[in-house]
């Protein structure tokens, strides 16, 4: 991936002139908005943050999705800088859903199922710090949902024999919003379709405190057995009708 963002990033002045942000290009809804009384937030690391947002924009009861760098120590990353690994930070989705239409485990189930969490600073072909498997949240009281599946994940993991889990679980405080042509890039005109997730194809059961919201049919919408699911199917949201 880094290769080819040389070329975007060589002509980085024209790509950000025909882009028209905060607005998400999907959702139509501003990718820069704070939660309200009705919705949270939370930062998903998947490895290649492009395959990843899409992922979480898909699903019914997110308002809105963007990319970005989390969990690092320098102010302000460029993508350049992060991919020395030089900087600490993860590439990471962040997500901001409805409470009352989507819970935070049916986002848990799809950031454990989406990659391979037993992945050490890589995912697939990418390899290196910032692709790392994390979660960071602002709420501390998220922590011990993301706890308890974490820990059910693994149970199922262990039952197929797979790995432990890698992922860095913190709270932060601070994200910085990724360069404009990586937002919804792969709902912009002429991208490379490309993602380097690698799922175990376990899927996350029930676990201490779970409330899904979502229909059992939403998941149908991603089979983790055909190769770059997320890639094969089209960028709209899905409905979570019965």
Known sequence: MFEFLKNIMNNEKSVLTNDTYPVHRILKTDIKKEPNADEDEIIFGCGCFWGAEKCFWKLPGVITTSVGYAGGKKKD??????????????????VIWNK???DISDLLKMFWECHDPTQKNRQGNDIGTQYRSAIYYKNEKNKKIILASKDQYQKELNIKNLGLIETEIKMIDIYYYAENYHQQYLASAGSRQYCSASPTKVKLGVFNGSNYKLNKNIWEEFNWEIDKCVLRSDNNPIKNDI
Do not use: A, Q
Request: with cysteine; glycine share 10%.
């Open 100 to 102: 009352n239409k989507i």
């Open 77 to 94: 990353p460029t993508y350049y800088e992060v991919c020395s690994g030089l900087t600490g930070h993860s590439e990471v989705v962040r």
